[in-house]
């Protein structure tokens, strides 16, 4: 399944892809070529003077000899083989001249300046004369033309290879680049589209490990692996039709190397596959934690739990340790162990091979044809080499095709690019239950109403449902029973880009983007100008603060916003919801992290992004919420108070007991601090 979808992407771009194996294929034809070439060159060339020689009247590529001119008769079967026809012989290192034609398969051997032939049971004497070393270089000089020819094509092809893999790896990379910026693209596409549900239970360095290590996995399969198996199939392919050619007998032995090739892959994948899921699983555990702690590391020096995180780290590391060293002995078994014990297989059997052919002169090979087969012999291992070596990295990146397809087939809800016209932001929860797990309810029949304009306040100690009320809202998260309506419209009918559209949320904590402080209020939105970002953050009394930044808008903001204080952060967050002008505003605990002087100027800033709007606060400091319309106290998931401040505070209930609690006590109930302010 995982190699079919792969396969699926290389398809994409099968233009390109068919190029690079176009190119492959043509680069490894003239690997497989070189050998022959130099097999012909020998035996037709180089030892190709040793044979049969005519009188000829013609000089032009003639040898010249005692006064006659000699041409070599490639087909002793043709014409002009009846008067004049002479033998060139080598007996040892020597060579002779006989004026005579001798059978090639007869035995022979020189005796007192004669020939002695044994054939079929007769024995016959010739007259033979020994060649000078200057006399053997004429009959050479003929085949100077042919040798030059061939030794210049054999370069050729060594040149044309060279080029051919060069634009092979140059298609192949850009294939292999264009696959993953594609899947890059796909798996951070669909990050967009899950719900927070997914993120609660999936660390960030998880999900970062799967779209930046485990695509780089899947990239080395498009370059690496498939470049060295297609290389490896179409090598082995030329070389054994090359060995067919030159001997079917030898070349049916060698045969027997395919499936021991082929068994080693099926028992490579059976046990490697499990380490190499353990591998990238601690892999982005790691991951995990590193962001963890980079995020973190405040606290942790903060909290001297720097010995603790280092033996969780190392703990972590260890098992990814000893993964590794598992998978490499399998790896080590793989590689030159495996190669080197088929090679000399290999090798054992052309040597017995070719010792006992030897043994039969009219079967013995000749020279060009063994230095072709030792040739191919060489070439045939690289490519096996390669390919059991690559074993290790088609499994890692089968290994992280599943990770990632698994995170690419998560179900999601596809980013809508519908529009719906602003709404007023009349808010109704009509009897809601909801939890985050089967059978454990955080919200219980959450009923309320909140019209256009009024502002309603959330109260209630820490895990009363709160927040959960607000996720519900934006639909992060949908209602198990019950429904909550927008302007009369339930909300699970309008696509969750739309309905968020006119909506915005002011955090406890925001968070700012890299980037400047226009792009973290505008979002990079091109509707927001630089000018309505200007009047935004005038309007919530930002313009004072920041008149100290030397590029204005434009200063650069760190992620996290790091650089700046709480306060800053914070009035460029109500400076992006008022930018934005939404119907729904959510202000969660805005007031809490914030300096008393600068709480005064956030106060004002509420007050301008709340006009004319329906507004959600969830409250810690109960006195943030005593102008709201509608406060709702929340206790175990259950609306057990509602009301206005003045209501709350007569009814002398839960409200009035937080309410005095917090302006009497020197430590707040909810454990955010202490306001000491007189009401």
Same mark, same amino acid.
Request: aromatic residues 12%.
């Given at each position: 399944?995982?190699?079919?979808?792969?396969?699926?992407?290389?398809?994409?771009?099968?233009?390109?892809?068919?190029?690079?194996?176009?190119?492959?294929?043509?680069?490894?034809? #003239? *690997?497989?070529?070189?050998?022959?070439? /130099?097999?012909?060159?020998?035996?037709?060339?180089?030892? %190709?003077?040793?044979? +049969?020689?005519?009188?000829?009247?013609?000089?032009?590529?003639? /040898?010249?000899?005692?006064?006659?001119?000699?041409?070599?008769?490639?087909?002793?079967?043709?014409?002009?083989?009846?008067? =004049?026809?002479?033998?060139?012989?080598?007996?040892?290192?020597?060579?002779?001249?006989?004026?005579?034609?001798?059978?090639?398969?007869?035995?022979?051997?020189?005796?007192?300046?004669?020939?002695?032939?044994?054939?079929?049971?007769?024995?016959?004497?010739?007259?033979?004369?020994?060649?000078?070393?200057?006399?053997?270089?004429?009959?050479?000089?003929?085949?100077?033309?042919?040798?030059?020819?061939?030794?210049?094509?054999?370069?050729?092809?060594?040149?044309?290879?060279?080029?051919?893999?060069? %634009?092979?790896?140059?298609?192949?990379?850009?294939?292999?680049?264009?696959?993953?910026?594609?899947?890059?693209?796909?798996?951070?596409?669909?990050?967009?589209?899950?719900?927070?549900?997914?993120?609660?239970?999936?660390?960030?360095?998880?999900?970062?490990?799967?779209?930046?290590?485990?695509?780089?996995?899947?990239?080395?399969?498009?370059?690496?692996?498939?470049?060295?198996?297609?290389?490896?199939? $179409?090598?082995?392919?030329?070389?054994?039709?090359?060995?067919?050619?030159?001997?079917?007998?030898? /070349?049916?032995?060698?045969?027997?190397?395919?499936?021991?090739?082929?068994?080693?892959?099926?028992?490579?994948?059976?046990?490697?596959?499990?380490?190499?899921?353990?591998?990238?699983?601690?892999?982005?555990?790691?991951?995990?934690?590193?962001?963890?702690? &980079?995020?973190?590391?405040?606290?942790?020096?903060?909290?001297?739990?720097?010995?603790?995180?280092?033996?969780?780290?190392?703990?972590?590391?260890?098992?990814?340790?000893?993964?590794?060293?598992?998978?490499?002995?399998?790896?080590?078994?793989?590689?030159?162990?495996?190669? %080197?014990? &088929?090679?000399?297989?290999?090798?054992?059997?052309? $040597?017995?091979?070719?010792?006992?052919?030897?043994?039969?002169?009219?079967?013995?090979?000749?020279?060009?044809?063994?230095?072709?087969?030792?040739?191919?012999?060489?070439?045939?291992?690289?490519?096996? =080499?390669?390919?059991?070596?690559?074993?290790?990295?088609?499994?890692?990146?089968?290994?992280? %095709?599943?990770?990632?397809?698994?995170?690419? *087939?998560?179900?999601?809800?596809?980013?809508?690019?519908?529009?719906?016209?602003?709404?007023? =932001?009349?808010?109704?929860?009509?009897?809601?239950?909801?939890?985050?797990?089967?059978?454990?309810?955080?919200? @219980? *029949?959450?009923?309320?109403?909140?019209?256009?304009?009024?502002?309603?306040?959330?109260?209630?100690?820490?895990?009363?449902?709160?927040?959960?009320?607000?996720?519900?809202?934006?639909?992060?998260?949908? #209602?198990?029973?019950?429904?909550?309506?927008?302007?009369?419209?339930?909300?699970?009918? &309008?696509?969750?880009?739309?309905?968020?559209?006119?909506?915005?949320?002011?955090?406890?904590?925001?968070?700012?983007?890299?980037?400047?402080? +226009?792009?973290?209020?505008?979002?990079?939105?091109?509707? $927001?100008?630089?000018?309505?970002?200007?009047?935004?953050?005038?309007?919530?009394?930002?313009?004072?603060?920041?008149?100290?930044?030397?590029?204005?808008?434009?200063?650069?903001?760190?992620?996290?916003?790091?650089?700046?204080?709480?306060?800053?952060? @914070?009035?460029?967050?109500?400076?992006?919801?008022?930018?934005?002008?939404?119907?729904?505003?959510?202000?969660?605990?805005?007031?809490?992290?914030?300096?008393?002087?600068?709480?005064?100027?956030?106060?004002?800033?509420?007050?301008?992004?709340?006009?004319?709007?329906?507004?959600?606060?969830?409250?810690?400091?109960?006195?943030?919420?005593?102008?709201?319309?509608?406060?709702?106290?929340?206790?175990?998931?259950? $609306?057990?108070?509602?009301?206005?401040?003045?209501?709350?505070?007569?009814?002398?209930?839960?409200?009035?007991?937080?309410?005095?609690?917090?302006?009497?006590?020197?430590?707040?109930?909810?454990?955010?601090?202490?306001?000491?302010?007189?009401?």
């Amino acid at each position: 399944m995982t190699g079919r979808r792969l396969f699926r992407y290389a398809l994409q771009l099968k233009k390109t892809l068919l190029s690079a194996l176009l190119f492959l294929a043509i680069a490894v034809g #003239c *690997d497989v070529a070189a050998p022959f070439v /130099a097999k012909t060159l020998i035996d037709r060339h180089i030892l %190709g003077v040793d044979g +049969y020689w005519v009188k000829t009247d013609e000089r032009k590529g003639a /040898a010249f000899f005692e006064g006659d001119y000699y041409r070599k008769v490639r087909d002793p079967e043709g014409k002009g083989m009846e008067e =004049g026809a002479a033998t060139l012989l080598q007996i040892g290192k020597s060579f002779y001249f006989v004026p005579d034609l001798i059978p090639p398969e007869a035995k022979k051997q020189v005796k007192d300046g004669r020939l002695v032939v044994q054939a079929e049971g007769t024995e016959k004497t010739y007259p033979a004369e020994k060649l000078t070393a200057k006399e053997m270089m004429g009959f050479y000089r003929p085949e100077f033309p042919a040798i030059a020819l061939f030794i210049l094509g054999y370069f050729a092809l060594f040149a044309l290879s060279g080029l051919f893999h060069f %634009g092979e790896y140059y298609f192949l990379q850009k294939t292999a680049n264009r696959i993953i910026q594609r899947m890059r693209n796909e798996a951070f596409e669909k990050i967009q589209t899950l719900p927070i549900s997914y993120f609660d239970s999936s660390p960030a360095g998880k999900i970062v490990a799967r779209i930046t290590n485990d695509t780089e996995a899947i990239r080395t399969l498009y370059v690496t692996v498939l470049s060295n198996f297609v290389n490896g199939f $179409i090598t082995l392919s030329g070389i054994y039709a090359a060995m067919f050619f030159l001997d079917k007998k030898l /070349a049916a032995m060698f045969l027997a190397v395919i499936p021991v090739v082929f068994l080693w892959m099926i028992l490579y994948r059976k046990f490697a596959s499990g380490y190499n899921r353990a591998i990238r699983s601690k892999n982005s555990e790691i991951n995990a934690m590193l962001n963890e702690s &980079i995020q973190g590391m405040a606290i942790i020096q903060a909290f001297n739990r720097e010995k603790r995180q280092e033996e969780e780290f190392e703990k972590l590391n260890d098992a990814h340790f000893r993964y590794r060293n598992k998978l490499l002995s399998i790896n080590s078994l793989s590689s030159h162990n495996l190669t %080197g014990l &088929i090679r000399g297989i290999v090798l054992f059997a052309f $040597i017995w091979y070719f010792g006992f052919q030897s043994m039969h002169l009219d079967a013995a090979v000749t020279v060009g044809t063994l230095y072709a087969f030792v040739d191919y012999i060489n070439r045939l291992f690289y490519p096996i =080499g390669n390919i059991v070596n690559q074993f290790a990295n088609l499994d890692q990146a089968m290994v992280a %095709g599943e990770r990632l397809f698994r995170l690419l *087939d998560e179900k999601g809800e596809p980013l809508s690019d519908e529009r719906i016209p602003r709404y007023r =932001g009349n808010v109704r929860f009509e009897h809601v239950y909801f939890g985050y797990e089967d059978g454990k309810d955080i919200l @219980q *029949d959450i009923d309320f109403e909140v019209r256009h304009g009024q502002t309603v306040a959330l109260v209630g100690h820490t895990g009363s449902g709160k927040s959960s009320i607000v996720n519900l809202l934006f639909r992060f998260y949908d #209602c198990k029973s019950g429904a909550i309506y927008v302007d009369g419209k339930d909300i699970r009918t &309008i696509p969750r880009q739309a309905l968020r559209e006119h909506m915005a949320i002011v955090l406890q904590d925001p968070y700012l983007f890299k980037g400047t402080i +226009y792009s973290n209020i505008s979002l990079n939105d091109p509707r $927001i100008t630089k000018e309505d970002a200007a009047r935004a953050l005038k309007a919530v009394g930002g313009e004072g603060i920041f008149k100290h930044l030397s590029k204005g808008l434009d200063e650069p903001v760190n992620e996290k916003g790091s650089t700046l204080s709480a306060g800053e952060r @914070q009035l460029i967050s109500f400076a992006r919801a008022l930018a934005f002008n939404p119907a729904i505003l959510i202000l969660d605990e805005a007031t809490s992290n914030i300096d008393t002087e600068t709480e005064a100027i956030i106060q004002r800033a509420m007050d301008v992004v709340k006009a004319g709007r329906t507004t959600f606060i969830i409250a810690h400091r109960l006195s943030t919420v005593k102008n709201a319309d509608l406060i709702l106290v929340l206790k175990r998931g259950r $609306i057990v108070e509602r009301g206005n401040h003045e209501e709350l505070m007569a009814k002398k209930g839960i409200y009035y007991q937080l309410y005095k609690l917090q302006h009497h006590s020197q430590g707040g109930w909810s454990g955010k601090g202490t306001d000491r302010r007189n009401p």
